[in-house]
T-cell receptor
Framework: SAVISQKPSRDICQRGTSLTIQCQVD?????MFWYRQQPGQSLTLIAT?????????ESGFVIDKFPISRPNLTFSTLTVSNMSPEDSSIYLC???????????????FGPGTRLTVL | ELKVEQNPLFLSMQEGKNYTIYCNYS?????LYWYRQDPGKSLESLFV?????AVKQEGRLMASLDTKARLSTLHITAAVHDLSATYFC??????????FGEGTQLTVNP
């Protein structure tokens, strides 16, 4: 069964619009993260989604472009704002499941959201 | 800023052969992950290495960590076609943040 789920799984959007991606974890977790994987590339951390406070963004990523919410310990959203074709990527959420009832503490990834911007 | 280098980036090998993927990183990290990604799929956690000298094995894959050398290896024994995928290493830094290597695209040929 899925530990982390994301919606939508894929979308095709027009330039200038925004898309909100949802991430749901089966158990309460302290740490949730958002990553981007551009076509043919590795993964890059966008931000840490903090529960009850503003997200912590990595260098090169800003809140105006990628606003993040984390209303509770199992859910987060990432919005890709004012999209351009350069935003076409796979967006993945992850959670640090240390302490959860799993074989080992590790970071698990959601299935990803494949975004295409025309 | 943590930099992570994997090599090789592309690996084509014959079934039954052995090979090692290397992951070097630039600053201190006490925990390192290995992931597998199949085309069009998300990441599958393979190993988490928690301390210097850690060695873990699962089937034909064995991972090790040398924190002093800032080096992790992923050794493939007697490769089979099902191992064809892209493999990423990712050392962890403060706040459980992961920095990913470029990935090694492995193709195992019959």
């Amino acid at each position: 069964s899925a530990v982390i789920s994301q919606k939508p799984s894929r979308d095709i959007c027009q330039r200038g619009t925004s898309l909100t991606i949802q991430c749901q974890v089966d158990s309460q977790v302290t740490m949730m993260f958002w990553y981007r994987q551009q076509p043919g590339q590795s993964l890059t951390l966008i931000a840490t989604a903090n529960q009850g406070s503003e997200a912590t963004y990595e260098s090169g990523f800003v809140i105006d472009k990628f606003p993040i919410s984390r209303p509770n310990l199992t859910f987060s959203t990432l919005t890709v704002s004012n999209m351009s074709p350069e935003d076409s990527s796979i967006y993945l959420c992850s959670a640090d499941l240390a302490g959860a009832p799993l074989p080992t503490d590790t970071q698990y990834f959601g299935p990803g959201t494949r975004l295409t911007v025309l | 800023e943590l930099k992570v280098e994997q090599n090789p980036l592309f690996l084509s090998m014959q079934e039954g052969k052995n090979y090692t993927i290397y992951c070097n990183y630039s600053t201190t990290s006490d925990r390192l992950y290995w992931y597998r990604q199949d085309p069009g799929k998300s990441l599958e956690s393979l190993f988490v290495l928690l301390s210097n000298g850690a060695v873990k094995q699962e089937g034909r894959l064995m991972a090790s960590l040398d924190t002093k050398a800032r080096l992790s290896t992923l050794h493939i024994t007697a490769a089979v076609h099902d191992l064809s995928a892209t493999y990423f290493c990712a050392p962890e830094t403060s706040g459980s943040r992961l920095t990913f290597g470029e990935g090694t695209q492995l193709t195992v040929n019959p």
